[in-house]
């Protein structure tokens, strides 16, 4: 059933192009949660469970809990708060809602029709075939990014702490 990857490879499409051309950061990132959840319907049309659970698990999850973090730092007035209810009015949820409804369609026609296997013909992506292939030929440039996401740790941590002793003055 090719059907399944091309609908959500057009569903990707539209939601990646709706995160690049929003203007609201809330609006960009609903459209990007659409967009990698039907990333990850990609894959498993492709047939590489793994990699769409991947997707799912540290890309839509990740973003949501960064976005959550994000909010709960930010000190909220009366006046983010009143912008924060008009966000949830329908005309916002529209565009990321149909595109859902798109997927959940796909998802749902797909496990009807009992295509839960390969719907494209390939060879199956096991968690084996990566590890095999990222700790085999691959292991110095995961190494390598190991410590740079190490250093990008290191870094935010430093950036991030509140003030330094220098500058904080006196306030006991």
């Given at each position: 059933?090719?059907?399944?990857?091309?609908?959500?490879?057009?569903?990707?499409?539209?939601?990646?192009?709706?995160?690049?051309?929003?203007?609201?950061?809330?609006?960009?990132?609903?459209?990007?949660?659409?967009?990698?959840?039907?990333?990850?319907?990609?894959?498993?049309?492709?047939?590489?469970?793994?990699?769409?659970?991947?997707?799912?698990?540290?890309?839509?999850?990740?973003?949501?809990?960064?976005?959550?973090?994000?909010?709960?730092?930010?000190?909220?007035?009366?006046?983010?708060?009143?912008?924060?209810?008009?966000?949830?009015k329908?005309?916002i949820?529209?565009?990321?809602?149909?595109?859902?409804?798109?997927?959940?369609?796909?998802?749902?026609a797909?496990?009807?029709?009992?295509?839960?296997?390969?719907?494209?013909?390939?060879?199956t992506?096991?968690?084996?075939?990566?590890?095999?292939?990222?700790?085999?030929?691959?292991?110095?440039?995961?190494?390598?990014?190991?410590?740079?996401?190490?250093?990008a740790?290191?870094t935010?941590?430093?950036?991030?702490?509140?003030?330094?002793?220098?500058?904080?003055?006196?306030?006991?």
């Amino acid at each position: 059933m090719e059907v399944a990857f091309y609908l959500s490879g057009l569903v990707a499409v539209l939601a990646t192009l709706r995160v690049v051309t929003s203007i609201n950061p809330i609006h960009a990132l609903l459209y990007l949660i659409v967009s990698l959840i039907a990333v990850a319907m990609v894959f498993f049309a492709l047939g590489a469970p793994f990699a769409g659970a991947l997707e799912v698990i540290i890309y839509a999850g990740a973003i949501m809990v960064l976005f959550v973090f994000v909010v709960m730092m930010l000190n909220l007035d009366e006046g983010v708060a009143a912008q924060e209810r008009a966000w949830f009015k329908p005309r916002i949820w529209l565009g990321p809602a149909v595109l859902s409804a798109i997927l959940l369609l796909v998802l749902v026609a797909t496990l009807w029709r009992g295509d839960i296997g390969l719907v494209i013909e390939g060879e199956t992506l096991t968690a084996k075939a990566v590890g095999t292939a990222l700790f085999g030929p691959w292991l110095i440039v995961v190494e390598l990014a190991a410590m740079l996401l190490l250093a990008a740790l290191v870094t935010a941590s430093h950036v991030g702490r509140s003030q330094s002793p220098d500058t904080r003055g006196d306030e006991s």
